[in-house]
């Protein structure tokens, strides 16, 4: 189960970190363009890096908790199954909102997560 959650903490912070890089260009660039209202620039470039810091926020509580979860905490199980449902739910919200399929990968991340700790509960039993 460590390896899981470093493996996806890991993913979760480089995702985060392109997420910020990729689309603050992005918008910066539409808004040169005129695609989008200069004076919601801003605010939407403050939008796309907080939600990039969220994704590195979570990849990071991952990472923090991996040896927690080796040594069979409850507390930690909790944790890694939390942002797994959340990633789960997320991803099927983005794709029901803006229908791409790429979002579908904060799904299957989520599953990746959760699945293993639903399945070895039982193995968390030390507070």
Not at 94 to 114: D, E, H, M, Q, R
Request: hydrophobic content about 60%.
């Amino acid at each position: 189960m460590r390896y899981i959650a470093l493996a996806v903490g890991a993913l979760l912070c480089g995702l985060g970190i392109l997420h910020a890089i990729i689309n603050v260009r992005s918008v910066s660039r539409a808004i040169v363009r005129g695609e989008i209202v200069e004076r919601m620039g801003a605010q939407l470039i403050a939008n796309v890096v907080l939600a990039g810091l969220a994704l590195v926020i979570l990849g990071s509580f991952l990472l923090m908790i991996a040896s927690d979860l080796e040594k069979g905490k409850r507390s930690s199980w909790s944790i890694a199954f939390a942002v797994g449902i959340f990633l789960t739910l997320s991803g099927v919200a983005a794709y029901l909102w803006l229908p791409k399929p790429s979002v579908f990968i904060f799904s299957a991340l989520g599953l990746v997560l959760s699945g293993p700790l639903l399945l070895w509960r039982s193995h968390f039993l030390v507070e």
